[in-house]
Antibody, heavy 121, light 107 residues
Framework: QVQLQESGPGLVKPSETLSLTCTVSGGTINSDYWSWIRQSPGGGLKWIGY???????NYLPSLRSRVTMSIDTSKTHFSLNLTSVTAADTAVYFCARVRYSDSAGYYPDSWGRGTLVSVSS | SYELTQPPSVSVSPGQTERITCSGDALPKKYVYWYQQKSGQAPVLVIYEDNKRPAGVPERFSGSSSGTMATLTISGAQMEDEADYYCFSTDNSGKGLFGGGTKLTVL
């Protein structure tokens, strides 16, 4: 059974770059798609985007100018970079495996436990 | 912009049936997925492709979709079903999005 674990700094200064890594175990990163989702304190889930095993990306339009996802299939992890952060980017960030098919679309199925990132000086 | 609309909260007595709705203009052509999130935990998939239940999810969870509305039904609610529930789908351009979430209280 695939397991995912987020890692990265818990505190980022305003205007700097938030960088997170998701390590995948119990499955292969060379198939499926992989995603990032965030949840502001007391708020709902917000889809950030996904990256395929071949590097194809699909980002939320409102974040597209600041988001970059990358994947390292040899090291079984994928990453999120979010530039020019503000307090509004404070959230729990989840990574998740995405099930994708041309007929059914896509959806996250297995999730990491999430990591809280606070943006503050 | 496209949105998926859910009621903010619902409540149910133990053993009773409750339905949580998710509405969106693209739903007639898009599948809906449902997630349960208990306090302090990661979301868990409980329904996929409108009405399919992953292995390990209790049979009291079921899903349906008709027109612009999808419904998650919990038949015979248990105390452990108290959680936030989110629907997920994609818009016509393929962008993913979640509904605003529904807090289910079992009392």
């Amino acid at each position: 059974q695939v397991q995912l674990q987020e890692s990265g700094p818990g505190l980022v200064k305003p205007s700097e770059t938030l960088s997170l890594t998701c390590t995948v175990s119990g499955g292969t990163i060379n198939s499926d798609y992989w995603s990032w989702i965030r949840q502001s304190p007391g708020g709902g889930l917000k889809w950030i985007g996904y990256i395929s095993h071949s590097g194809h990306t699909n980002y939320l339009p409102s974040l597209r100018s600041r988001v970059t996802m990358s994947i390292d299939t040899s090291k079984t992890h994928f990453s999120l970079n979010l530039t020019s952060v503000t307090a509004a980017d404070t959230a729990v960030y989840f990574c998740a495996r995405v099930r994708y098919s041309d007929s059914a679309g896509y959806y996250p199925d297995s999730w990491g436990r999430g990591t809280l990132v606070s943006v503050s000086s | 912009s496209y949105e998926l609309t859910q009621p903010p909260s619902v409540s149910v007595s133990p053993g009773q049936t409750e339905r949580i709705t998710c509405s969106g203009d693209a739903l007639p052509k898009k599948y809906v997925y449902w997630y349960q999130q208990k306090s302090g935990q990661a979301p868990v998939l409980v329904i996929y492709e409108d009405n399919k239940r992953p292995a390990g999810v209790p049979e009291r969870f079921s899903g349906s979709s008709s027109g612009t509305m999808a419904t998650l039904t919990i038949s015979g609610a248990q105390m452990e079903d108290e959680a936030d529930y989110y629907c997920f789908s994609t818009d016509n351009s393929g962008k993913g999005l979640f509904g605003g979430g529904t807090k289910l209280t079992v009392l």
